[in-house]
């Protein structure tokens, strides 16, 4: 199983970006995909997830509003369309994965991770 994460970058607040999520090595339209994000000294904090089919979302509190996930399972791909960033966003952000079909907010219920790509936001 082999996630990789990508489209971070330097963006000012107010800006927008695309991170995406490209998985293979199972079967990824049976599972629930996840984002998350780590600041520098901070513990990892859960973004937003989504079930397989992708009709069902959830987002961490800091984002909801702003932050859009979804998935293509044609392409084994997984999205979070980032707008209105703020400087507090500034993280680096990691797709991950786990082999269920319930939605999971909490970092120890994914098994599989990404290596996770670089956001900073400049106020």
């Known amino acids: 199983v082999q996630l990789q994460a990508s489209g971070g970058g330097l963006v000012q607040a107010g800006g927008s970006l695309t991170l995406s999520c490209a998985a293979s090595?199972?079967?990824?339209?049976?599972?629930?995909m996840g984002w998350f994000r780590q600041a520098p000294g901070k513990e990892r904090e859960f973004v937003a997830t989504?079930?397989?089919?992708?009709?069902?979302?959830y987002y961490g509190e800091s984002v909801k509003g702003r932050f859009t996930i979804s998935r293509d399972n044609t392409k084994n791909t997984v999205t979070l369309q980032m707008n209105s960033l703020k400087p507090e966003d500034t993280a680096v952000y990691y797709c991950?994965?786990?082999?269920?079909?319930?939605?999971?907010?909490?970092?120890?219920?994914?098994?599989?991770w990404g290596r996770g790509t670089q956001v900073t936001v400049s106020s």
């Open positions: 991950a994965a786990r082999t269920s079909s319930i939605l999971a907010t909490t970092t120890r219920l994914y098994g599989y």
């Open positions: 090595g199972w079967k990824f339209s049976r599972n629930v």
């Open positions: 989504i079930s397989w089919s992708g009709n069902t979302t």
